[in-house]
């Protein structure tokens, strides 16, 4: 029978939302009303006519309400398949009444988790007769229709004037209370692994993540299909959860492209007005600035051909002036944390032009677990969130002052770039980047060209890399790769060392008057 009448149902919800409204809708149809705890107290003061769990079961609750709906005249109601002649006659041998109609929500558990309750309280928000009410009905879809989201109450109320619940009305509801329970499940089992059990990496990796608004329009490419996830269980704000002011929706590469640059302008939330250019999830330009307009300027300066379609990120709020400036050409996504109303203004004449409000820009040195699929399973891996320690002098030369800010700056931006990484900056802006080669010398030689470029286009009398500071994501593993960045211009180098010939590229360095200091620690990002 595909379309089923509602006699009984049970109610027992943490969530009351829209619960007197639809019990009061259901009691109207002549549907005998049965609940638990609280949630039959709001609908008998609501004034409706309500009976208990325990006068269905003939046991009360018990145990502080651990144990109310564990029983068989109610799961027995729940499960009995109502065509099979030997459920009929278990049914009518044990005296259980059939229920049509489960509308439960569980106990708040995240809530409680995420509001830093003690563990006694944690333990105690772990529902057990919740989710053994929603898996029977789920389970027995086929005559049962289980209600766990407030938003689907009004369509159930729909299909009850028309008759009673239709089989795929109660299939789609089936399959979200089971989704509800995994992930609820989810959440307690991350819970346990991960806090209160200290652990890293557990045996079995729980994880649930909901689904953000509608499909992606596609994916790296117009023939694959694309969704955005957001975790259930506790995470940092990030791009994800940015507010889109205007523009078109957002695509996959424009996430992934706005998460690196929300990504590295965050390692500047603590420091000087900062900007960020990224194209393809590699950063072309950052600078610190006086304002925002002055590190925008700079940033640009270093590849205005990248720049052209790409992501902008900037750690202050926007301004009209820089908003005007990022306008001259065509920009895919800004980032802030937030945009003053003369900045809102300005992009509001470029339609298709997304800005996102990010917030709280989120915290470089937080933990977690960063992973990538690979065929057949999944890699994971604590986030590098690595951060510059001592470091040790390995060159005659000492580096000057501002020969140390600029390693440091260039160290910060490497980080973010794909390996091999070779990264020139001065004055806090960078002047050539080298991404993604299979050799450390080419990323060293493309950077080069790239800051000759920016200098031919700019007009400039010498590329920026003249007098620059360089960093390598992870040591020379010849002296070719750093006699190129000599040949750019570079006065100072940062880089983790650890090769074997770090003797043979420190008397390169040496050779050629470099400052040179070791890290200890690499970026590798693939």
């Known amino acids: 029978m595909s379309t089923i009448p509602v006699t009984r149902a049970l109610l027992s919800v943490s969530d009351k939302t829209g619960i007197v409204d639809l019990a009061t809708a259901l009691a ?9 705890g609280g949630t039959a107290r709001a609908l008998r003061e609501a004034g409706l006519t309500v009976d208990d769990v325990s006068d269905l079961t003939g046991f009360p609750e018990m145990m502080d309400g651990r144990v109310k709906t564990l029983h068989p005249k109610v799961h027995g109601g729940l499960l009995a398949v109502r065509d099979d002649p030997a459920h009929v006659a278990s049914m009518q041998e044990h005296g259980i009444a059939p229920i049509d109609l489960v509308v439960v929500n569980l106990y708040p558990f995240e809530a409680t988790v995420a509001k830093g309750a ?27 229709a289980i209600l766990t989201d407030p938003a689907d109450y009004a369509g159930v109320l729909a299909e009850l004037d028309a008759g009673g619940t239709t089989l795929a009305t109660r299939r789609r509801l089936a399959a979200k209370a089971f989704a509800a329970t995994g992930a609820y499940d989810s959440a307690i089992a991350q819970w346990f692994a991960f806090s209160d059990q200290g652990e890293t990496f557990p045996a079995t990796l729980p994880l649930a ?12 490419n117009p023939h694959q299909l694309a969704a955005l996830y957001l975790p259930r269980g506790p995470h940092a704000r990030g791009i994800a959860q940015a507010e889109q002011l205007q523009g078109k929706a957002l695509s996959y590469n424009n996430l992934n492209d706005a998460d690196a640059a929300l990504e590295l302008v965050a390692e500047f939330r603590d420091g000087p007005p900062t900007v960020v250019i990224v194209k393809h999830a590699n950063p072309c330009g950052v600078a610190n600035g006086e304002t925002v307009l002055d590190a925008y300027r700079a940033a640009f300066a270093c590849d205005t051909v990248s720049a052209f379609g790409g992501i902008v990120a900037v750690n ?16 895919e996504v800004v980032v802030a ?18 800005l996102l ?30 951060r510059l320690g001592e470091l040790k002098v390995v060159t005659r030369r000492a580096p000057t002052g501002q020969e140390l800010a600029d390693c440091r700056f260039a160290w910060t931006v490497a980080k973010h770039v ?21 050799n450390r010398l080419e990323s060293a030689r493309i950077a080069a060209w790239k800051a000759k470029d920016a200098a031919e286009k700019a007009g400039w009398a010498q590329p920026r890399t003249i007098g620059s500071a360089v960093a390598s994501d992870a040591f020379f593993p010849f002296a070719d790769g750093l006699l190129a960045a000599v040949e750019a211009g570079a006065t100072a180098v940062i880089q983790p060392g650890g090769s074997i010939r770090d003797d043979e590229v420190i008397a390169a360095a040496d050779e050629a008057g470099l400052a040179m200091v070791f890290t200890g620690m690499r970026h590798f990002r693939h």
Do not use: C
């Open 316 to 331: 202050r709020p926007l301004d009209g002036a820089t908003a005007e400036a990022i306008s001259e050409i065509f920009t």
């Open 209 to 220: 993540f909901t689904r953000h608004a509608e499909e992606l329009r596609y994916g790296e």
């Open 118 to 144: 003690e563990r006694d309280e944690v333990i105690e928000n772990i529902d057990i007769g919740g989710p053994s009410m929603v898996r029977s009905a789920a389970k027995n879809h086929a005559h049962v």
């Open 337 to 354: 944390p937030d945009a003053d109303a003369d900045a809102r203004a300005v992009f509001a004449r470029k339609k298709n032009l997304r």
């Open 28 to 36: 109207a149809k002549g549907v005998a009303l049965v609940s638990t």
């Open 357 to 386: 409000i990010a917030g709280e820009l989120p915290d470089p040195t937080r933990g977690g677990l960063a992973i990538k699929s690979i065929a057949g399973g999944l890699l994971v891996q604590s986030r590098d969130d690595g």
């Open 418 to 438: 794909k390996s091999n990484a070779i990264v020139y900056a001065k004055d806090n802006a960078t002047a050539g980047i080298g991404a993604g080669q299979m």
